[in-house]
């Protein structure tokens, strides 16, 4: 039977949870999505495409799959260095409101942004001063993830 190697291209089924606390930040399962109320309905819900070799998952993620076969399932525990990374404080930076005024932008707490220097969550707006944080560090960087992986296809 045909496992994962570092150059298949696999189709697989994932469920991610924070570690810690066992919640559910992402799944390409539709009822567990909608189970564990992180439903997305533009979303589109199957196993999801892996080519090896080419970072198109997190590290940790990947080298959990090599070795696989069709139908084999695995629960694997990442470290923060093998997904996301460490939070880096520097990342998160004050910006004058001024800068979403000329946009004609609203900053909002949980807003998603895009920026010259990148993708950044809005993580507070002090409306008395006027600023506002944005955190360009991914939103689980600093967090241990767990994955239950089901290879569905390999090619």
């Known amino acids: 039977m045909t496992e994962v190697t ?3 291209t696999v189709q697989v089924h994932y469920i991610g949870t924070l570690t810690e606390t066992k919640e559910i930040f ?3 399962r539709e009822d567990v999505a909608k189970e564990n109320e992180v439903f ?38 990442l470290s923060v260095a093998d997904s996301y990374g460490e939070r880096i404080d520097e990342l998160a930076v004050e910006v004058p ?17 895009a920026t010259s ?3 950044a969550l809005i993580t507070a707006y002090n409306e008395e001063t006027k600023f506002v ?4 560090n991914h939103p689980l960087a600093g967090q241990k993830l767990t994955f239950d992986l ?6």
């Open 40 to 77: 997305n309905e533009g979303r589109d819900y199957a196993p999801l495409p892996v080519q090896m070799g080419q970072q198109q998952v997190i590290k940790g993620f990947e080298e959990a799959l090599l070795g696989m076969k069709v139908g084999d399932r695995k629960s694997v525990d």
């Open 97 to 113: 409101d001024e800068e979403f005024t000329k946009a004609e932008v609203t900053p909002q707490v949980g807003m998603m942004i």
């Open 6 to 8: 570092k150059d298949s």
């Open 117 to 119: 220097n990148g993708n």
């Open 133 to 136: 944080t944005l955190d360009f």
């Open 26 to 28: 992402d799944t390409s």
């Open 150 to 155: 089901e290879v569905m296809k390999i090619e």
